[in-house]
């Protein structure tokens, strides 16, 4: 047997309800890891209001944009309630639209690659 808690998944749709509003919790998203820091905000040293900005939201750029300690890093771990789930996520979506660009290259014209390899002989100067 093992104690390991299962891991909960949460739509964005479900974590923005916990806003502090709609429901009386406070969720936010830090690398798409969902944290309940409704008991955290009266703790924060930057104050509760620079959190609740964020309520609902993933504020993962304001995070490290301020430039977090390691010891807030552990307050926030110890705040986990989950994750989001895997086709929301932002590194998700990001590799999706770069595998959108990504494919196989085009040569743009014939006198493109013409032109090139014209350059390699002279360089070169062993093909006459
Ligand atoms: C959600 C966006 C957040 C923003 C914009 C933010 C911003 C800030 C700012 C401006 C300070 C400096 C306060 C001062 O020195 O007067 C600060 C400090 C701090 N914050 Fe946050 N914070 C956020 C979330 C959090 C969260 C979720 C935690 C932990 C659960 C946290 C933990 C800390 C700690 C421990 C400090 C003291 C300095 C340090 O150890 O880095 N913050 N924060």
């Known amino acids: 047997m093992t104690d390991a808690k299962a891991t909960i ?3 964005l749709e479900e974590i923005a309800k916990n806003n502090g509003k709609d429901t009386d919790r406070v969720w936010i998203i830090y690398k798409d890891i969902v944290y309940d ?14 959190i609740t900005e964020w309520a609902g ?3 993962t750029k304001a995070f490290d944009d301020f430039g977090h300690s390691g010891d807030a890093k552990r307050d926030l771990k110890a705040l986990k ?47 006459a």
């Open 57 to 59: 939201k993933d504020c």
């Open 81 to 127: 309630i989950g994750e989001v789930v895997e086709e929301e996520r932002k590194k998700k979506q990001k590799k999706t639209e770069k595998e959108a660009t990504k494919g196989p290259k085009v040569v743009e014209s014939k006198e493109k690659v013409i032109n090139r390899s014209c350059i390699h002989i002279i360089t070169c100067g062993l093909c």
């Open 37 to 50: 820091v409704t008991d955290y905000l009266n703790d924060h040293p930057g104050g509760g209001e620079l």
């Open 9 to 11: 998944y949460y739509t």
